[in-house]
């Protein structure tokens, strides 16, 4: 079984503004099309919302721990990752994940993971999602800013107020 | 499969919309493309990329992609060589049987240039006034009564300075780039107002400050009411359907802002008064002193319109008729998915496409082409004027441009334009028609439907349907239902209904919508299931809301 043998050095987060998401798909698609046609952003539907949710790059990821093969595994720059040639397709990364962001379709015999666009974060770039993102909802951000954003006037509501009611 | 020999990125504007996002193709490997993006730091046009923009990634090296040319064989479309078939071609469409009677297409999406170049070569093989550029009725009819009006267009960046913004259609949904102009420059500002106008709830109305839903086909009665609170004669509704107290309370907002900006978007449903939609909205714009920004599906809507207008060439709907209703005509449809809506029954027809046809029935002749963003030239952006697009990609070797194909059958290039900053614009006498656009299957039981785009599936589904993200998405249509209609129905989010009228049926999947008005639906329209639809409610004529039949259906159908 894989292990998480370093310490997580993923300082920059994926964070969402529940106000400014419009729902349009856009980061999906970016994902879609810079994996190789596999799907990283997922969606969680929460009554009336459609909320992206992305690989939350765990201090200790369960999904490394039960990976069989050590696809699964904490890269370099602290972004867990699957190695494209040791997966086996056989799921336990998508049951063992808490948040089920790990999807169970197998495409081209690899299970879909976030790996936080390591081609892009490694050269200074964000996320393909976070670049698309029309509205700025999706950010990436400092661990430590993320809970310091300015509040935003959008249509008379502040953000983070009521926010699935106002959904 | 591409001719492409290096790494290298292109910005090109993305064909799909009118806002003009900037994207590029990167190889990722050998024909493997990824899309690639502008740095907020290139350039102020920075703005992100819809699902649709990422698309052409995928289309640049589809496993439909036509790379060489098919011919009608014993009912059968079988490959043959590209000089051999251009040379068959050009005999159908020089023949005897075209004489007087060959009808000709063009995707209207392409760069200026490239249409110019194609028309004066085809101008020698057919008068102007049986060559057409293709595009969505409901964009061109929009953009003719936009540019009817007389209003100042906005450029998309001008919309973070309005201060009031009345919305028609849900633009978040159709073309959600807007919204950062919508939205995201709203920052640190006192509450502005956002009014929205629409056929159905969708996300934009979540945003509003002012919604006011109206019956479908009543949409170009809403924007009357609130012309005719502004001053405007000849706008007295009357009708019960719009709240003239309302509509006067949107007015008033927009004579107190001192920047007003109007966005009207084509797709979010195509039943609908289109030129009376955007001739009003611009009026609206002219009184209170603000812009317009029409938003259009195909990027070069307003070049390739005005385009048409100076060349005197047909109009599209009207040419289609003809050419269909003539049986034993010869028909020339350049462009993807326009041999199947063109071709009529015992025609003889010459297409080309991108990607091979899956309905092959209407062809003799299909040669393959480049796609628009394939193709590097001038586009016209409302709002913007005239901005250069590089390709994304070379077109694969051995698939010609727009124009090279149209000279190749032609027997050679002809006189083309060159000067598009002259390009007028189009305006029309028309009278507005303020009756309501009432439901196709009339009065009665049941729902009335109206088609909506989203940000995914688009347009006629030419394009949408063949591309794996949307598959892997939204493969099934979607209805927005409210929800004392999906409790009518027993059915809730996710569950299946079937929706049918007039001899043809859809099967749906469910999403009940907060705010959704009860006895209206909206249905994903770039279905070939709701295309059916429509084409059996309103046959050949323009669509229109559709009265249906609505029950569950069981689980899987």
């Given at each position: 079984?894989?292990?998480?043998?370093?310490?997580?050095?993923?300082?920059?987060?994926?964070?969402?503004?529940?106000?400014?998401?419009?729902?349009?798909?856009?980061?999906?698609?970016?994902?879609?099309?810079?994996?190789?046609?596999?799907?990283?952003?997922?969606?969680?539907?929460?009554?009336?919302?459609?909320l992206?949710?992305?690989?939350?790059?765990?201090?200790?990821?369960?999904?490394?721990?039960?990976?069989?093969?050590?696809?699964?595994?904490?890269?370099?720059?602290?972004?867990?990752?699957?190695?494209?040639?040791?997966?086996?397709?056989?799921?336990?990364?998508a049951?063992?994940?808490?948040?089920?962001?790990?999807?169970?379709?197998?495409?081209?015999?690899h299970?879909?993971?976030?790996?936080?666009?390591?081609?892009?974060?490694?050269?200074?770039?964000?996320?393909?999602?976070?670049?698309?993102?029309?509205?700025?909802?999706?950010?990436?951000?400092?661990?430590?800013?993320?809970?310091?954003?300015?509040?935003?006037?959008?249509?008379?509501?502040?953000?983070?107020?009521?926010?699935?009611?106002?959904? | 499969?591409?001719?492409?020999?290096?790494?290298?990125?292109?910005?090109?504007?993305?064909?799909?919309?009118?806002?003009?996002?900037?994207?590029?193709?990167?190889?990722?490997?050998?024909?493997?493309?990824?899309?690639?993006?502008?740095?907020?730091?290139d350039?102020?046009?920075?703005?992100?990329?819809?699902?649709?923009?990422?698309?052409?990634?995928?289309?640049?090296?589809?496993?439909?992609?036509?790379?060489w040319?098919?011919?009608?064989?014993?009912?059968?479309?079988?490959?043959?060589?590209?000089?051999?078939?251009?040379?068959?071609?050009a005999?159908?469409?020089?023949?005897?049987?075209?004489?007087?009677?060959?009808?000709?297409?063009?995707?209207?999406n392409?760069?200026?240039?490239?249409?110019?170049?194609?028309?004066?070569?085809?101008?020698?093989?057919?008068?102007?006034?049986?060559?057409?550029?293709?595009?969505?009725?409901?964009?061109?009819?929009?953009?003719?009564?936009?540019?009817?009006?007389?209003?100042?267009?906005?450029?998309?960046?001008?919309?973070?300075?309005a201060?009031?913004?009345?919305?028609?259609?849900?633009?978040?949904?159709?073309?959600?780039?807007?919204?950062?102009w919508?939205?995201?420059?709203?920052?640190?500002?006192?509450?502005r107002?956002?009014?929205?106008?629409?056929?159905?709830?969708?996300?934009?109305?979540?945003?509003?400050?002012?919604?006011?839903?109206?019956?479908?086909?009543?949409?170009?009665?809403?924007?009357?009411?609130?012309?005719?609170?502004?001053?405007?004669?000849?706008?007295?509704?009357?009708?019960?359907?719009?709240?003239?107290?309302?509509?006067?309370?949107?007015?008033?907002?927009?004579?107190?802002?001192?920047?007003?900006?109007?966005?009207?978007?084509?797709?979010?449903?195509?039943?609908a008064?289109?030129?009376?939609?955007?001739?009003?909205?611009?009026?609206?714009?002219?009184?209170?002193?603000?812009?317009?920004?029409?938003?259009?599906?195909?990027?070069?809507?307003?070049?390739?319109?005005?385009?048409?207008?100076?060349?005197?060439?047909?109009?599209?709907?009207?040419?289609?008729?003809?050419?269909?209703?003539?049986?034993?005509?010869?028909?020339?449809?350049?462009g993807?998915?326009?041999?199947?809506?063109?071709?009529?029954d015992?025609?003889?027809?010459v297409?080309?496409?991108?990607?091979?046809?899956?309905?092959?029935?209407?062809?003799?002749?299909?040669?393959?082409?480049?796609?628009?963003?394939?193709?590097?030239?001038?586009?016209?952006?409302?709002?913007?004027?005239?901005?250069?697009?590089?390709?994304?990609?070379?077109?694969?070797?051995?698939?010609?441009?727009?124009?090279?194909?149209?000279?190749?059958?032609?027997?050679?290039?002809?006189?083309?334009?060159?000067?598009?900053?002259?390009?007028?614009?189009?305006?029309?006498?028309?009278?507005?028609?303020?009756?309501?656009?009432?439901?196709?299957?009339?009065?009665?039981?049941?729902?009335v439907?109206?088609?909506?785009?989203?940000?995914?599936?688009?347009?006629?589904?030419?394009?949408?349907?063949?591309?794996?993200?949307?598959?892997?998405?939204?493969?099934?249509?979607?209805?927005?239902?409210?929800?004392?209609?999906?409790?009518?129905?027993?059915?809730?989010?996710?569950?299946?209904?079937?929706?049918?009228?007039?001899?043809?049926?859809?099967?749906a999947?469910?999403?009940?919508?907060?705010?959704?008005?009860?006895?209206?639906?909206?249905?994903?329209?770039?279905?070939?299931?709701?295309?059916?639809?429509?084409?059996?409610?309103?046959?050949?004529?323009?669509?229109?809301?559709?009265?249906?039949?609505a029950?569950?259906?069981?689980?899987?159908?």
């Amino acid at each position: 079984m894989g292990t998480a043998t370093a310490k997580p050095e993923v300082t920059r987060r994926v964070v969402l503004d529940l106000d400014l998401c419009i729902e349009c798909r856009s980061c999906a698609a970016a994902c879609h099309y810079g994996h190789h046609e596999s799907l990283g952003v997922h969606f969680a539907e929460i009554g009336p919302a459609l909320l992206p949710v992305v690989c939350r790059q765990c201090e200790e990821p369960a999904c490394v721990d039960v990976c069989p093969s050590k696809a699964m595994h904490r890269g370099p720059s602290g972004i867990v990752q699957r190695a494209v040639f040791s997966c086996r397709g056989c799921g336990s990364c998508a049951r063992a994940c808490p948040f089920g962001i790990i999807s169970m379709e197998m495409t081209r015999h690899h299970v879909a993971k976030c790996d936080l666009c390591a081609d892009r974060t490694e050269q200074g770039q964000e996320p393909r999602c976070v670049h698309v993102c029309p509205t700025g909802a999706l950010k990436f951000v400092e661990e430590s800013d993320a809970g310091a954003e300015d509040r935003v006037m959008l249509g008379g509501r502040l953000t983070g107020q009521q926010l699935l009611k106002r959904r | 499969m591409s001719s492409e020999p290096a790494v290298a990125t292109r910005m090109a504007l993305c064909p799909w919309c009118s806002l003009g996002c900037r994207a590029g193709l990167r190889l990722g490997g050998p024909d493997w493309y990824l899309p690639d993006y502008p740095e907020a730091a290139d350039g102020g046009d920075y703005a992100g990329l819809c699902a649709r923009g990422s698309m052409m990634a995928e289309l640049t090296n589809h496993r439909d992609r036509l790379l060489w040319p098919l011919v009608a064989r014993d009912g059968r479309l079988v490959e043959a060589r590209l000089p051999d078939t251009l040379g068959r071609a050009a005999g159908i469409l020089r023949g005897p049987a075209a004489d007087g009677r060959l009808y000709a297409f063009l995707d209207g999406n392409f760069p200026l240039e490239s249409l110019a170049r194609a028309v004066a070569a085809l101008r020698q093989l057919v008068p102007a006034e049986r060559v057409a550029l293709s595009l969505p009725q409901a964009d061109t009819d929009l953009l003719a009564g936009c540019e009817t009006s007389g209003a100042d267009y906005a450029a998309p960046a001008q919309l973070a300075d309005a201060d009031a913004i009345f919305v028609v259609g849900n633009p978040f949904a159709t073309h959600p780039v807007v919204a950062h102009w919508m939205l995201d420059l709203d920052r640190g500002r006192d509450r502005r107002p956002l009014m929205v106008l629409g056929a159905t709830a969708g996300v934009t109305g979540t945003y509003a400050t002012h919604l006011s839903l109206v019956p479908p086909g009543r949409e170009h009665l809403a924007l009357a009411a609130v012309a005719n609170a502004l001053g405007v004669r000849g706008c007295e509704t009357g009708t019960e359907d719009i709240d003239p107290a309302a509509m006067k309370a949107w007015a008033d907002a927009l004579t107190k802002a001192d920047r007003p900006a109007l966005v009207v978007a084509a797709e979010f449903g195509r039943a609908a008064r289109w030129f009376e939609i955007g001739l009003l909205a611009g009026e609206i714009a002219r009184i209170a002193g603000g812009r317009l920004l029409p938003l259009a599906v195909t990027g070069n809507a307003l070049g390739s319109l005005r385009l048409a207008s100076q060349l005197g060439l047909a109009d599209w709907s009207s040419l289609r008729a003809a050419a269909t209703e003539d049986a034993g005509s010869v028909v020339l449809a350049l462009g993807e998915g326009l041999a199947s809506r063109v071709a009529g029954d015992g025609s003889a027809c010459v297409a080309a496409a991108s990607l091979r046809p899956k309905h092959t029935a209407a062809c003799d002749v299909v040669l393959p082409m480049a796609w628009p963003f394939e193709t590097a030239g001038t586009v016209l952006l409302p709002g913007v004027g005239p901005v250069e697009s590089e390709s994304a990609v070379r077109p694969p070797s051995g698939v010609p441009a727009l124009d090279d194909l149209a000279a190749e059958l032609a027997g050679g290039p002809g006189d083309a334009v060159t000067d598009f900053a002259s390009l007028a614009a189009v305006r029309r006498g028309r009278v507005p028609d303020l009756s309501p656009l009432n439901p196709a299957g009339g009065d009665g039981d049941g729902l009335v439907v109206v088609l909506a785009g989203d940000g995914v599936n688009f347009a006629d589904g030419a394009v949408t349907r063949r591309v794996s993200f949307a598959a892997q998405v939204l493969p099934d249509p979607a209805v927005a239902l409210s929800e004392a209609d999906a409790r009518a129905l027993g059915a809730g989010d996710g569950d299946r209904v079937r929706l049918s009228g007039a001899g043809a049926e859809v099967t749906a999947r469910v999403e009940v919508r907060e705010g959704q008005p009860a006895g209206q639906a909206a249905l994903a329209g770039a279905y070939g299931e709701s295309q059916q639809l429509v084409r059996a409610a309103c046959g050949d004529g323009p669509p229109k809301p559709i009265r249906v039949r609505a029950e569950r259906a069981a689980a899987g159908r």
